[in-house]
């Protein structure tokens, strides 16, 4: 039963992916590769390639992930607040970012 509901919780992750990358003008395939998936998220935030490097550094990769998330919410038009819920609770709110009526409105300045 585990597997079948976590099973689940992947399907729709990757298709809010996949639409959320759509969303952005890239390729929603582009979601299903690992990190050039990342290398796609950094663009759509307008960060540089080589912050890549830093997510995979423990502890600095935490940090670098929550202004990844706020700069994912700011790109589509929501609040910091959503950002937060993007990393603490992404199996809901990723496919409401997905599947809502939020648009990509471009990186937010830096």
């Not at 890549?52 to 670098?64: D, R």
Request: aromatic share 18%; hydrophobic share 65%.
């Amino acid at each position: 039963m585990h597997d079948l509901i976590f099973f689940g919780i992947f399907v729709i992750m990757v298709v809010s992916g996949w639409m959320i990358f759509a969303k952005a003008n890239r390729p929603g395939w582009a979601c299903l590769i690992p990190v050039y998936n990342m290398l796609v998220a950094l663009e759509i935030v307008n960060r540089p390639w080589w912050w890549l490097l830093l997510l995979f550094i423990p502890v600095v990769n935490i940090v670098f992930a929550v202004i990844l998330c706020i700069d994912l919410a700011k790109a589509f038009g929501q609040p910091t607040a959503f950002g937060f819920g993007l990393l603490l609770v992404g199996f809901v709110f990723y496919p409401i970012l997905a599947f809502g009526d939020a648009r990509y409105l471009g990186a937010p300045a830096h």
